[in-house]
Nanobody
Framework: VQLQASGGGLVQAGGSLRLSCTVS????????MGWFRQAPGKEREFVAT????????TYADSVRGRFTISRDNAKNTVYLQMNSLKPEDTAVYYC?????????????????WGQGTHVTVSS
């Protein structure tokens, strides 16, 4: 079982990054997927989630309009396109698979987690 997140890095404020998370060893296309993040010294917080088909998405208020979650079920991969990045977006970003097909903002609603990918936004 593996959720392999990639795409993080260092970017200037106003820039963009696209995170990817490829799932192996698990059923992917029957489950909602989510992205969470944890900044230094802060608790993990919800970022975005997608229904199994990708038709329904939900975002944290802090990223709505700047970030887009999408998925390619043929590739068992979920993406997070991050535009207009701000220094406060600096965090470790985690992908996770939901326990069900229903989207959720709550961490306990997810049972499998990736290892995280670092995003640093400089001012």
């Amino acid at each position: 079982v593996q959720l392999q997140a990639s795409g993080g890095g260092l970017v200037q404020a106003g820039g963009s990054l696209r995170l990817s998370c490829t799932v192996s060893g698990l059923v992917f296309d029957d489950y909602a997927m989510g992205w969470f993040r944890q900044a230094p010294g802060k608790e993990r917080e919800f970022v975005a989630t997608s229904s199994p088909s990708g038709d329904t998405t939900t975002y944290a208020d802090s990223v709505r309009g700047r970030f887009t979650i999408s998925r390619d079920n043929a590739k068992n991969t979920v993406y997070l396109q991050m535009n207009s990045l701000k220094p406060e977006d600096t965090a470790v970003y985690y992908c996770a698979r939901s326990r069900t097909s229903v989207i959720s903002r709550r961490g306990p609603g997810y049972d499998y987690w990736g290892q995280g990918t670092h995003v640093t936004v400089s001012s």
